[in-house]
């Protein structure tokens, strides 16, 4: 069964940095790439990242383009996003996807910044 | 960037009638291979998306044959056969074909009457 599991979110001040993670199971991470969309709160879905199953490309939404670094450890099974200079905009739910038809997904992790 | 619009972006239905949510594209989402990367997600009332149709009408493993896709080139349809109480919630439907970035569409609420 596929397990995608996010962690890493909370309360953060503007201009703060977080870090996300997403540790995944029952598939071969190594040969998936990953993605990770949010969700503001009441709003739709909006993709942020993607990464290749190797590193070898990465792309980003432009509104975290420069603040946001996606990367993966394939020997861990896991994805992380770093989240810096964070804005009350990026306020939401973050969540991981794997493949590029966002096949599962996981149960998202709130990221909240606020003063 | 492509943009994606549904139709209706609310949708209330009566239990066991059919429902259909449109989606469009504002180019056409034939990729070169010759496939149409265009997905649909369903999200229920407080849980993560799930997808339901990927490559417009390949269902996912598990998902009741009441859902079905359709469409070619820049218009798309999901249609639900007969409603049941578990399908309420948004639909989206997302392109794949130009990215990035990857596209989502609006949202269609789906709600029993």
């Known amino acids: 069964e596929v397990q995608l599991v996010e962690s890493g979110g909370g309360l953060v001040k503007p201009g703060g940095s977080l870090r996300l993670s997403c540790a995944a199971s029952?598939?071969?991470?190594?040969?998936?790439?990953m993605n990770w969309v949010r969700q503001a709160p009441g709003k739709g879905l909006e993709w942020v990242s993607s990464?290749?199953?190797?590193?070898?490309?990465?792309y980003y939404a432009d509104s975290v383009k420069g603040r946001f670094t996606i990367s993966r450890d394939n020997a861990k099974n896991s994805l992380y996003l770093q989240m810096n200079s964070l804005r009350a905009e990026d306020t939401a739910v973050y969540y991981c996807?794997?493949?590029?038809?966002?096949?599962?997904w996981g149960q998202g992790t709130l990221v909240t910044v606020s003063s | 960037d492509v943009v994606m619009t549904q139709s209706p972006l609310s949708l209330p239905v009566t239990l066991g009638q059919p429902a259909s949510i449109s989606c469009r594209s504002s180019?056409?989402?034939?990729?070169?291979?010759?496939?149409?990367?265009l997905n649909w997600f369903q999200q229920r009332p407080g849980q993560s998306p799930r997808r339901l149709i990927y490559?417009?009408?390949n269902r996912d493993s598990g998902v009741p044959d009441r859902f079905s896709g359709s469409g070619s080139g820049t218009d798309f349809t999901l249609k639900i056969s007969r409603v049941e109480a578990e399908d309420v919630g948004v639909y989206y439907c997302?392109?794949?074909?130009?990215?990035?970035?990857?596209?989502f569409g609006p949202g269609t609420k789906v709600d029993i009457k």
């Open positions: 996807a794997n493949g590029g038809n966002f096949d599962y």
């Open positions: 029952g598939f071969t991470f190594s040969s998936y790439s």
């Open positions: 990464i290749s199953s190797s590193s070898s490309y990465i």
């Open positions: 180019q056409s989402l034939v990729y070169s291979d010759g496939n149409t990367y």
């Open positions: 490559k417009v009408s």
């Open positions: 997302m392109q794949g074909t130009h990215w990035p970035p990857f596209t």
